[in-house]
Structure formats: C-alpha cells, structure tokens
C-alpha cells in the first residue's frame, strides 16, 4: 500500500464507513482492505478518534495548530535569551 496522510475529518468518516462495514459482518481485514489502510493504521485511528465527531475533529485541528505556534514562540524565546545571555557575559 502506497503511504498517504489522513486528516482527521477523513479519519472520522473512514471510521464510520468501518463501523458500518462491521455491522454487515465483514472482518476486520476485510474492512482494512476496503478502506485501503492497514490494520495497525485502524486500530491507531480507533484508539485515537474512535468516538470522535467532526466537531471534535475540528477542535483538535485547533489546538494543534495553536500547540505549533507556542512551541514557536518558546524556541524563539529561547534563542532570544541564550544571545541575551551571550552579550551579557561579553561573549559575542
């Protein structure tokens, strides 16, 4: 299988396509090989957004974004400070 990323909307609704196919009776392979993701890829997706809805996916996308923008924040702080503390010390 080729390797594609997922966003999460796309992840709730192969998900519920799975729960779908599940409640006709097919395998799990039988689903994984549907949906075109392996198995270990499902049951990751299941733990992670298995009672999930778009709303929660939405909220999520939210906070990693706003998780991304103050890791930034922090390392540029950071690399502020260590040239701070260089001058300081008459290093520079």
Not at 5 to 22: C, F, G, S, T, W
Not at 31 to 37: D, G, K, T, V, W
């Amino acid at each position: 299988m080729k390797k594609k990323r997922h966003n999460p909307d796309q992840i709730i609704r192969k998900l519920r396509e799975a729960e779908r196919m599940k409640a006709e009776g097919k395998a799990v392979a039988e689903i994984c090989q549907a949906l075109e993701i392996s198995e270990q890829t499902f049951h990751r997706w299941k733990a992670r957004y298995g009672g999930a809805d778009a709303n929660v996916a939405k909220r999520l996308r939210e906070l990693e974004e706003e998780n991304k923008r103050l890791k930034r924040a922090v390392a540029e702080l950071t690399i502020d400070k260590q040239i701070l503390k260089e001058v300081a010390e008459g290093n520079f």
